[in-house]
């Protein structure tokens, strides 16, 4: 969440960062999403809270609210090249890393997320 939104929620109030999750939005918890988790069957390891992680921060940096899915998809490519790229994300978030992956970061997924062609099995 951007400093505008959040003045426009609480103005004057700031909420401090999550430790391990700098770029969090500031209504998200780690505990939301491991409910959240359950709910998908999911038991999250250190490789999903990773890809929380970069969805967090990939979101952080952008400036224009609509997020580019292929971009999105280029950089986790990228960021888990080493373990597989995609494909090891699958076996993460078998609906999908960027779909599942950013209703797990307290995000919104991009257009296209869901299409099951592209990011998504859902």
């Not at 988790?37 to 929380?52: F, G, K, Y």
């Not at 699958?90 to 209703?103: K, S």
Request: aromatic share 10%; glycine share 8%.
């Amino acid at each position: 969440m951007n400093n505008v939104t959040q003045d426009f929620i609480r103005p004057g109030y700031e909420t401090p960062p999550i430790p391990d999750f700098p770029h969090a939005p500031s209504d998200w918890t780690q505990s939301d999403a491991v409910e959240l988790a359950a709910t998908q069957n999911l038991s999250l390891t250190a490789d999903h809270w990773r890809v929380v992680q970069a969805l967090q921060e990939f979101y952080s940096r952008q400036e224009d609210p609509a997020i580019n899915m292929r971009e999105l998809h280029d950089a986790l490519d990228e960021d888990f090249h080493r373990e597989g790229g995609i494909r090891y994300l699958y076996t993460l978030f078998p609906n999908g890393p960027v779909a599942q992956g950013c209703l797990l970061a307290g995000l919104t997924p991009p257009a296209g997320a869901q299409d099951q062609g592209f990011g998504s099995a859902m």
